[in-house]
């Protein structure tokens, strides 16, 4: 663990305990409240009161609150010995046969499976520690070692406690994901900011993953529900015919959590240790001379791997879908009203129906003779945790528990074990993902054709900017690869002043163009030549899109007919449906759905009328978006302006059609035009699933109660998606209809109806179990971040259309602060806590998003830090984020690369070592080149002080021109070629959006500032807080009446 000093010897580990003296008495720890009557070294903690409304802090201003000014935190009492130093982190021994499973060092680190309870972990003889002299503010680890997973099942018929759930079977895999604190960073050197732009000469060190444990229970098999973990262990005993060491010597006294709990399960071992914790911490001690309480920057937790997906529960559901379709904010489902009460956090689940599937594997297509198999009381889709029964003839519903009867054509008998004999030829029955091809009764008309149809801005400005011509190039290159040849049927519309329709019948040599310029008596000439088969037409079509950008050269036309064109567009697609793709480019000024300029009245600021500037104003724009989602229209918005949009109006159509909203502020093609190009074919040509309708159903007791997304809610829990593709997701909140939950497990079942651009109807599904808990500390040790950020961001956003945005900030915050303190009160019985901030290891980055979602486009600040159409277009945007795309927005990549630059190249595995730096001015020297990726633009900051030759290299001539004026290209040297195969990685990372690379040189104002030093999320900026602060500020807040 690079823990050993050199030349100093190396001494046996002697016991330390967490606590000054020994806890005389102890007994099992329950979550639902204090224990009553436990003394642990003369200290009697009060009982946790309930936790009060709380005045949430403003980002800017000093703490208020009754807590706030007396709060000085001691340094915790944990080595009261001065003589003995603090451990700094255990060491593995290096061979023999326990290699197996690191073991912890005598001073414990909390297992992660950890029981209240003082608990002898399996040791191998005379393990050796390492010390080194550590400050007199002894920094607390955090993470902790894996528990060794040789544990001895109970036998006995004694109940386990309810802090351990039948859900413990996932507890091990749980790893220690930081490395202890680095003890010769002293602690007069903690500066909670980083200095002013000269930022600083030494980097902080990546944090290091701990290796995986590997699984410790088997995999259920077959086409019948696995039998949820019982309350015995489920683990193998002794695996590998290893037996338990001997254990350390250590003094009198407790036993592990087992014996306590089954006496007579193992002889009585000695051995005080203390009570285990099952929590992360970071230690929040004073710095000396200052009254300031301390916080190693370096200790903060941060997500450099981006998204890591909770690994545990897909391996004990492993008939489960892949996670990237169906995420639930904590896997372990509450059992009561009373523990939803208490989790604080969004419960629910973040759903990504059509997303890509994983590496190697595809949804499988299943074809039923006749009607496909469905529950025929709650229309669940026959899904691999149904189980057969009556020799085959019956199959019990695992979301209603009803009995139905097989159809002939689908029986087969089962086996001695109750296994289907065909089960190895039913995809459907052993994946947890399926699509089914739908017959005709899941039809209300015949299968459309996917239609493409759009509708262009053709007014001055849009032509000035070159963004007729970028268009009508990216669509005639794409023509081809449109979806359903040979079906595909296309159309156009441009507009200024007037509407222009186009006849582009295959018997013509050339389009015709159509003026009407009645907008308020609007009538759509030669109807049925409007829409035309691409393969037929496609000479005509090509014709047209080579002539646009010259047809309208010359036009001097400034208003925008917008709403009058969008009628006639619906007047056009109403028969068949499809996709509307609009570019627009000025503010719609004629006719129906006019908008007038808004938003720059600063009054308006931080009063209660300040939301309407985020919401539509005109009601013409909410009442089209439900026209064109009854017909089957989505719509994708493409706005370009220097000039306000009202992107709060235009972005509603997109809203409740399933659409998007793209938005390129100051667009000049020159500049801007690759990144439209991209973005525009890949909108084109990724695979669309047409007229959908999404339901997600759910076990008996539980309901998805509220939806966040993109959509239009036809009923109480069918989501309307006229189209819909693998970028889209959609979140959404649960809730319990009954007072407490009676089974052990849940089930979820997503099913979405639409229809395929080849023209067949299917119906893809994607089935998962979940278990049942009676446990919060389990609640949130199964926590899942990313889907609870998610449904974060989602919530927040929808708050700044109904309130100001620092109330949707301070409600965010309050949240978090209610759901730590509760954590907080589960072990502040049981545990000395003082100044250390705790939390669920798989929770451990929550607090650095919530303070990245803080300072988001769609919530930062005030009316001065974003544009008000550059807020709302990024709000649509966030909106319909899956989750990976979605953390890599809030908590971008920071990556230093003249180093590799400079290395020879190796093909092999180039990029693996380049690492991500925290986001902190503290990160950039300037004698670095780096790149920030936050998935939608890729900015290059180069430092003042950068060798030139790096810069000649990759800038050639321009080298010292301003970076503002020059574009990245290829140059002809190793160096830039390497430059820009690490730029196309990341560009292919994620292909949904394309990141167009902004070049900044260091202190050139106010270009660096906007583009990289605003979006530093660990840095004070303009008021807001930095993480340090943040973490501080959310501390004082959970102490207060904790």
Known sequence: MGTENPGRPNFPARPTFPFASPPPTMTPFTSSGPVVGSEVSGFRPTPPAAPQNIMPFSSSGPPVGSGAPAFRPSPPARFNDPSVSAPTTYVPPTGGPYQRFPTPSTAQAPPAHAPPMGQQPNQPPQAQTHFRPQPQIPSVPMGFPPQSVNSVPFTGNIPYSSSDSSFSASRPNFQPSFSPVDSSYSAARVRLQPPLPGYASKQSNPVTQAPPIPSAFPLHQGGYVPNPPTSSSPFHTHQGSLFPPPPVATPLGLHSRDQMQHPGSLPPVGGIQGLMEDFSSLSLGSVPGSIEPGLDPKALPRPLDGDVEPKSFAEMYPLNCSSRYLRLTTTAI??????????????????????????????????????????????????????????????????????????????????????????????????????????TEYMVRPPMPPLYFFLIDVSVSAIRSGMIEVVAQTIRSCLDELPGFPRTQIGFITYDSAIHFYNMKSSLTQPQMMVVSDLDDLFVPLPDDLLVNLSESKNVVETFLDSLPSMFQDNVNVESAFGPALKAAFMVMSQLGGKLLIFQNTLPSLGVGRLKLRGDDLRVYGTDKEHALRIAEDPFYKQMAADFTKFQIAVDVFAFSDKYTDIASLGTLAKYTGGQVCYYPNFQSAIHGEKLKHELARDLTRETAWESVMRVRCGKGIRFSSYHGNFMLRSTDLLALPAVDCDKAFAMQLSLEETLLTNQTVFFQVALLYTASCGERRIRVHTAAAPVVADLGEMYRQADTGAIVSLFSRLAIEKTLSSKLEDARNALQLRMVKALKEYRNLYAVQHRLGARMIYPESLKFLVLYGLALCKSIPLRG?????????????????????????????????IRVDEYLLKPSSQVDEFKEIKRLPLAAESLDSRGLYIYDDGFRLVIWFGRMLSPDIAINLLGSEFAAELSRVILGEHDNEMSRKLMRLINKLRENDRSSFQLCHLVRQGEQPREGFFLLANLVEDQIGGTSGYVDWVLQIHRQVQQNA
């Open 862 to 894: 005030g009316y001065a830090d974003s544009q008000l159409d550059e807020r709302c277009a990024a709000g649509y945007t966030m909106m319909s984020l899956p989750v990976k795309k979605l953390l890599n927005l809030l908590y971008p990549s920071l």
């Open 334 to 439: 509450p059992n009561s009203q009373s523990l939803v009460s208490r989790w604080h956090l969004p419960l629910g689940a973040v759903v990504c129906p059509l997303a890509e599937p994983p590496d190697g594997e595809e949804v499988p297509i299943v074809n039923f003779a006749s009607s496909i198999i469905r529950c025929r009381r709650c229309r669940t889709y026959v899904n691999p945790y149904v189980t057969f029964t009556d020799a085959g003839r019956k199959w019990r519903c695992n979301i209603c528990s009803l009995l139905n009867d097989v159809p002939g054509e689908y029986f087969a008998p089962l086996d001695a074990t109750g296994r289907r004999m065909d089960l190895d030829q039913r995809p459907e029955l052993t994946k947890g993902s399926v699509e089914f091809v739908a017959p």
